[in-house]
């Protein structure tokens, strides 16, 4: 399937993510479907002219009618929907998803699918501190990272496809990992970050700062607002490496902890240059 | 010393701070000098009508002349000054600084002072990623966070003197604490937030993942750009207490690894409902 003007999408799972897909390819012109378990999401993105029709239960016809179709579901979630209902795609749709763990995810939809039908793995790195629907907003892509997980299965043109996906919805840069690459980075970029600022919040009792933090507080737990299902279900379905990536993280705290109470300010003020060094590669 | 218009202030140390500093009291229409070693920042602060005057030694004349000073040095360079030149202010002078550390300054400094010169410590809470007087801007006190952190030996007049500078500049929420108080909470909401950025950085060479960050790495690493003269020197001089935050936050951190490793979903939720519910009170 190519991202012709009348193509039929089906969006699997209507949150913030699910939501603000459906907002930007029907804004680009898609005829956009959606099922969702919540009565209440599908009827505001009908009203709102953010879908054209849309189920709270696994429709067939929906089903049947999509060229192409978008999960943004929860993983476990995910993989189950695909387990139960995947086969009833007509041959040549495109499935892909949102999904924030690649390795447990992509294989199992993959080998659960007939022939015919194909699964290429994506993950948008976009998100807000809000839930839901009413939430979505396709702006949130621009300027983001937009990243395809192949794995053999996959076809050249299924890439491209997806890949042509990410470009239409404005992310910045579209980049391709497969999904054991996807998830060391993410257990480092994404997930060590969120356990760094949760942590942040729980290690002491910290409401009675609230008068002195300045940004930089602010800066390091602005997501440690959290929800707490999909993340604890993210880390554990990707326990490898986030534990690999933690004990990276303490081991090298712990040896500037060792700094600090041996006063080795030159020790110090190396492992504060290489930062500065290495953190200018972030802002160009 | 009250606020009033004509006072003649005394900046001794013109970087990013001291320039703000300056910048800010010149333009309510002080007469501001300054001393700072750096002929270049002197003399820029003079043709930028930053100061009306300035010295690059410790000039006794406009020393002398001062009403009040405020030192924006690094700690000990602060604590050194005040030991050679201090004696040299009138009787009646009122002098405040910026340091970012202050049991081990405020105490030492006021014993350095003779009679009738009274120290009053203070701690703006403000900064750029960048230094020095070309990037001095008082705009970054607005909205920020300004703690007076007296001592027995401070006069009620004095604390209310610097209370008024801070509400002067723009400061959104002027406090008080002691000298203890304010160091075991900059070890938490500062140091040990630059000891996690700068060790994000430092614990694996991430460079190649600057195609994939999203919002979040970027976030808490915004920081990690560290000027290391003045960080190593801040750690150093607040050990104690960023040692003890330091072990406080390795210590849940672990907790966080034990509950993954366990795959206790349950435990993992419950610290993320915590984080969600105290994080909750930074965003009112």
Redesign the interface.
Known sequence: MNWISNSEILIVGLGLIGGSYAKGLTRLGYHVYAIDPDAEAVSYAKENGIIEDGSTEADPKLIQKADAAIFALYPSVFVRWIKEHGNQFKEGTLLTDVTGVKSCVVYEVQKALPKGIEFIGAHP???REVSGIKNADERIFLN??Y?VTPTEQNTPEAIEWCKSLGKLLGFR?I?V?SPEEHDE??G???Q????????????????H??????D??????????????M???L??MN?AK??EQ?????????E??TL??A?D?EG??E??????E???????
Do not use: P, Q
């Not at 060590?192 to 409401?207: F, G, S």
């Not at 700062?209 to 300045?214: A, Q, R, S």
């Not at 492992?271 to 500065?276: A, F, N, V």
């Not at 290495?278 to 160009?284: L, P, Q």
């Open positions: 790195m976009a998100g983001a990272n990243i840069h980049a990992l980075m993410i480092f970029v994404s060590l970050t969120h356990c760094i600022a949760v942590t942040l919040m729980t290690c002491n009792d910290n409401r700062l609230v008068d002195y933090t300045g930089s507080f602010r800066d390091l737990t602005r997501i440690s607002r959290i929800n707490e299902t993340w604890s279900e880390f554990l326990k986030l534990l933690m004990d990276l993280f303490i081991r090298e705290l712990s500037m902890r600090l109470e006063e300010r110090l003020k492992k504060m240059k290489l930062s500065t290495r953190r200018a590669y972030f802002d160009n």
